[in-house]
């Protein structure tokens, strides 16, 4: 091996974390109930971005240390809570959403994080749309 590859290689294991472009992003949830007569169209933040991830071909020759799948995740957040109009008076017409503060590279924590990508997702209204910027 060259000294400038593993020079290289050093310098990513290292400062790896330092390229990652993680932080908090604007996204609009809609939220619908059967019950109600609206969809609500929430404006919040969300973590997003990339991380750096170091997964080798060798895992084998490899300590598990020097291995890393990293997401991008959310460091502080706090929950917010929206009305939903239009709701009949036997329907429980709030809906709580988080709101990314900051955010960070680290481990997928399914606590409070969907570490799944799916394949269909929908996120549009099929109701009249109010928007709620709180």
Same mark, same amino acid.
Do not use: W
């Given at each position: ?26 996204? @609009? ?7 109600? +007569? ?20 060798? =895992? =084998?020759?490899?300590?598990?240390? +020097?291995? $890393?799948?990293?997401?991008? @995740?959310? =460091? ?23 709101? +990314? ?11 409070? $994080? ?11 209204? @099929? ?8």
């Amino acid at each position: 091996m060259s000294p400038f590859f593993v020079m290289s290689l050093l310098f990513g294991l290292i400062f790896g974390q330092a390229a990652s472009l993680c932080a908090p992003s604007e996204y @609009t949830i809609h939220v619908e109930k059967r019950e109600c +007569a609206y969809c609500l169209a929430i404006n919040t933040t969300i973590c997003a971005g990339f991380c750096m991830t170091r997964d080798s071909n060798g =895992k =084998k020759l490899l300590l598990k240390s +020097a291995l $890393s799948q990293n997401v991008c @995740t959310y =460091k502080e957040m706090l929950y917010r809570t929206a009305l939903i109009p239009g709701c009949p008076h036997h329907t429980i017409p709030y809906y709580s959403y988080p709101v +990314a503060l900051s955010c960070k590279c680290g481990k997928c924590n399914t606590d409070y $994080s969907d570490c799944v990508r799916e394949r269909v997702r929908t996120n549009y209204c @099929t109701k009249p749309q109010k928007l709620c910027n709180l």
